[in-house]
């Protein structure tokens, strides 16, 4: 019988960049991906909600969601996709 390994190549979190500055991401727990699924359609609360999960890696980069606030709408597109692949939506 195969065993799965549910650790396997998995991350806690996932980095990226936005204007030269280095966040990650803390994947979410189940319970936390429920408490976003029901903020679905509430874009403000919704965005806030996520924004919990993003901490800056360097202490001189801004916080995540004063640096949302100036992005560009290209940079919104791909952060979004990039929530899309991460979390397999």
Partial sequence: MKVHDLNDG????????VNK???KFRHMTTSEMETLQKLEGKDK?????????ITKVNSD???????AQKM?????SKFRDMI???FGA
């Fill in 84 to 86: 899309k692949a991460e």
């Fill in 10 to 17: 998995v991350v806690e979190h996932f980095e990226f960049s």
């Fill in 72 to 76: 560009i709408v290209p940079q919104w």
């Fill in 45 to 53: 609360e919704s965005k806030e909600y996520l924004y919990t999960f």
């Fill in 21 to 23: 500055h280095l966040y």
């Fill in 61 to 67: 980069s801004p916080d995540f969601g004063e640096v």
